[in-house]
């Protein structure tokens, strides 16, 4: 049961443009989502997240919107730099919990 | 201390062997967790300590896993018996604790292949 679900393995876009990542959840109890980093050979690190409460926050070029209705997320990145080629994971997780629950990841590649 | 350290970065192991790794979490850190990634999968949570005192396990983590944090400082996950379907990248993360959305701080994962 994925209760997280990335449906795009993999986005290519040009340096400069917007990069969109998605994420849908089935649990309308989580209330809380974060997205994660990825370098290879590294672990994830943490990138930006987002209360149930909101439906923005925003973060320098990182901005997430959430959309509690439709249990979809955003990553939205802009301007793409060729260092955020990554894969990127989304992660949920509910008050009183004490685990996040990933999806299966998004690799990103920026180029020039 | 700048992070979260795994240890060893690589483990290969043949079917039937005994394997042990190590996580010392960033160190002013309460809560230590265990995730496990496979190929093409985001990590899955198996199990976290809050100090020494092991909270939640997966049904993930069978019979030959198991996990320790005895001084409440590192922690080590021991998997009997290794099985191919072992093979994977096992994470440690830490975190202050306290409010429970805190987010984790991952180590470099300890990637294992059982042949």
């Known amino acids: 049961d994925q209760q997280v679900k990335q449906n795009s393995p993999s986005l290519s876009v040009q340096e400069g443009r917007i990069s969109i990542l998605n994420c849908d959840y089935t649990?309308?109890?989580?209330?809380?989502f974060l997205w994660y980093k990825k370098y290879p050979a590294e672990g994830p690190t943490f990138l930006i997240s987002?209360?149930?409460?909101?439906d923005k926050n925003e973060d320098g070029r990182f901005t997430v919107f959430l959309n509690k209705s439709a249990k979809h997320l955003s990553l939205h990145i802009v301007p793409s730099q060729p260092g955020d080629s990554a894969v990127y994971f989304c992660?949920?997780?509910?008050?009183?919990?004490?685990?996040?629950?990933f999806g299966t990841g998004t690799r990103l590649q920026v180029f020039p | 201390d700048t992070g979260v350290s795994q240890d060893p970065r690589h483990k290969i192991t043949k079917r039937g062997q005994n394997v042990t790794f190590r996580c010392d979490p960033i160190?002013?850190?309460?809560?230590l967790y265990w995730y496990r990634q496979t190929l093409g999968q985001g990590p899955e949570f198996l199990t976290y300590?809050?100090?020494?005192?092991?909270?939640?396990k997966s049904r993930l983590l069978s019979d030959r896993f198991s996990a320790e944090r005895p001084k409440g400082s590192f922690s080590t996950l021991e998997i009997q018996r290794t099985e191919q379907g072992d093979s994977a990248m096992y994470l440690c993360?830490?975190?202050?604790?306290?409010?429970?959305?805190?987010?984790?701080?991952f180590g470099s994962g300890t990637q294992l292949s059982v042949l």
């Open positions: 649990n309308s109890m989580f209330d809380y």
């Open positions: 160190s002013e850190h309460n809560r």
């Open positions: 300590f809050q100090n020494e005192a092991q909270l939640e």
């Open positions: 992660a949920a997780t509910r008050y009183n919990t004490d685990k996040l629950i």
């Open positions: 987002i209360s149930s409460i909101k």
């Open positions: 993360a830490s975190s202050l604790g306290g409010n429970t959305n805190e987010k984790l701080f």
